[in-house]
């Protein structure tokens, strides 16, 4: 499927230069059992663990871009959350960001993990602050990017999608001759900020995602669960100030999901907190600029331990 031009999924070798030991680990797609169900991953590389929470209406494949890289020095794991990537969807009542993390948790037990590097991208990087305020011995360092649950404001047109009826009316408009596409395509627009550089194989893997059956059931569920008509239902940034961990807060200038102020605020409140704002960028910076996504995270995870981060 080509619908725009597409970029390189893998981080170019000239960008990192290396000998033929060194070279990019593969990605593999694995699955463990999880209270019972099958949970797919993604894993790439050895070493020390660096877990990354996809976000809502993506899965594990998001990270695909920047996961070889990292494998040169870890062993990254990135873990397709209920309600993607072919887990069933999460039952009524559901709080995603807050219930999530346990599961998370059973999760890296499944793997045998100890202590990881933990990367939490929107829905997925409210999940990352619950995990590491209920267990910050578990977080050697912590990365928020474009995270969910740092302030009330969302897009209006999110908001919109939970009052009763319109997430039922858009489902139906997908569902018309060309509706999906329609709605890949205008998502894309709404993550993005250079749509038309958007590599294809994303588009792709969004618009199976978005045609699975339930799935967009699924996402208005937990869309609902997450937001209301005034924007996000849960707001963590009073609690940041417990979190220790050398931490990095990743987002994009030109974010038209959740604005990039309440970057500046969470880290006004991280104790070792440092802010990589990335020009003309939009909500998904793993993607749209995956070369400094990877060159900030380095230098976070390579920084010394207990060496306290610099502001940018």
């Not at 949970?39 to 070493?47: C, D, F, K, V």
């Not at 309600?83 to 807050?98: D, L, V």
């Not at 967009?216 to 008509?229: I, P, V, Y």
């Not at 050398?246 to 969470?266: E, T, Y």
């Amino acid at each position: 499927m080509s619908i725009v031009p597409a970029l390189s999924a893998r981080m170019p070798r000239s960008a990192h230069r290396r000998g033929r030991g060194d070279a990019e680990p593969a990605v593999r797609e694995r699955r463990v059992t999880v209270r019972g169900v099958e949970t797919p991953y993604l894993e790439a590389g050895r070493g020390p663990v660096l877990l990354m929470l996809h976000g809502h209406e993506q899965n594990a494949a998001s990270w695909r871009r920047v996961m070889p890289a990292l494998g040169r020095t870890r062993r990254v794991i990135a873990v397709s959350l209920p309600g993607h990537g072919g887990i069933a969807p999460p039952t009524e009542g559901y709080a995603p960001s807050r219930d999530l993390a346990p599961l998370v948790t059973d999760f890296l037990d499944a793997l045998g993990a100890g202590p990881v590097d933990l990367v939490g991208h929107s829905v997925g990087g409210a999940v990352a602050l619950h995990l590491a305020l209920a267990d910050p011995a578990r977080v050697r360092t912590l990365t928020l990017v474009a995270a969910a649950g740092l302030g009330r404001s969302v897009n209006p047109l999110i908001a919109l999608d939970t009052l009763p009826g319109v997430g039922e009316y858009a489902i139906k408009l997908s569902r018309l001759p060309g509706g999906h596409l329609l709605r890949t395509m205008s998502s894309v627009a709404m993550l993005f900020a250079q749509p038309w550089r958007v590599p294809a194989d994303f588009v792709a893997e969004a618009h199976a995602l978005g045609r699975r059956p339930g799935q967009l059931e699924a996402s208005t569920a937990l869309a609902r669960a997450l937001f209301d008509a005034q924007g996000q239902r849960e707001v963590l940034l009073d609690r940041l100030h417990s979190l220790t961990a050398p931490s990095l807060v990743i987002w994009g200038a030109c974010d038209l999901v959740l604005p990039a102020h309440q970057g500046r605020d969470a880290v006004a409140r991280l104790p070792r907190g440092r802010l990589a704002l990335f020009p003309c960028c939009g909500h998904l910076p793993h993607v749209e600029q995956p070369e400094r996504f990877v060159a900030e995270l380095r230098g976070l995870l390579d920084r010394p331990a207990g060496q306290r981060p610099v502001a940018a």
